[in-house]
């Protein structure tokens, strides 16, 4: 059975500075996605970022990489130069890509606080 | 708008009351699914439909929970008798159905049983 692992219920950071959030997983599939997405207050669910299990480099959006580990069932989220809207909940997924492409399961998240 | 739509955005109803809830997918997106996020649960898959595929029901928590999906777009998701622990935010996605195609969710309807 699939799982995600999101250690850290609630993370700080100051503003403008580069934040990482952990992220592990377990699963026997050989083809998976990893997807990152954000929640704010506004109850919204925001993609941020997809790394997929074959990809050979970490994904990068804009402020947002994923730093992915394979070997370690790894891939953290890595915000550079955080601002006071990055405020929110964090949550890492994964899906199986081998067949159907079906359901994410989702961690159950990081409260990201960004202090000015 | 060009986003997953979800309505009520709000719901509050008596315990043993049925409810539906609506979802308009992105346009074109082949692919729905139903989650549920709680507190004590985290987010949780219902069900997902792709194409004209059988969906697949397995996250539904008991047979008071039903969906169906028509014309491949809008889908509407019943809860029959509703208890308390019904209550949360019922979450709508889309998607491309393909590898590498992230869902993109609606904003959810907030579901609360007195």
């Known amino acids: 059975a699939q799982k995600i692992t999101q250690t850290q219920p609630g993370m700080f950071v100051q503003e403008k500075e580069a934040v990482t959030l952990d992220c592990t997983y377990d699963?026997?599939?050989?083809?998976?996605?990893l997807f990152w997405y954000k929640q704010p207050s506004s109850g919204e669910m925001i993609f941020l970022i997809y790394?997929?299990?074959?990809?050979?480099q970490n994904a990068t959006e804009g402020r947002y990489s994923l730093n992915f580990q394979k070997a370690r069932k790894s891939a953290n989220l890595v915000i550079s130069a955080s601002q006071l809207g990055d405020s929110a909940m964090y949550f890492c997924?994964?899906?199986?890509?081998?067949?159907?492409?079906?359901?994410?399961?989702f961690g159950k998240g990081t409260k990201l606080s960004v202090k000015p | 708008g060009a986003g997953v739509s979800q309505s009520p955005s709000n719901k509050v109803t008596e315990k043993g009351k049925d409810v539906e809830l609506r979802c308009d997918p992105i346009?074109?997106?082949?692919?729905l699914y139903w989650y549920r996020q709680s507190l004590g649960q985290g987010l949780e898959f219902l069900i997902y439909?792709?194409?004209?595929?059988?969906?697949?029901k397995s996250g539904l928590p008991s047979d008071r929970f039903s969906a169906e999906r028509t014309g491949g777009s809008v889908s509407t998701l019943t809860i029959q008798r509703t208890q308390q622990e019904d209550s949360a935010v019922y979450l709508c996605?889309?998607?491309?159905?393909?590898?590498?195609?992230?869902?993109?969710f609606g904003d959810g309807t907030r579901l609360s049983i007195l």
């Open positions: 996605a889309s998607s491309w159905g393909a590898r590498r195609q992230p869902q993109h």
């Open positions: 699963t026997s599939d050989q083809s998976y996605g």
């Open positions: 790394q997929g299990s074959y990809d050979e």
């Open positions: 997924a994964m899906r199986d890509e081998g067949g159907s492409q079906g359901n994410l399961i």
């Open positions: 346009s074109g997106h082949t692919a």
């Open positions: 439909f792709q194409g004209n595929s059988a969906p697949d």
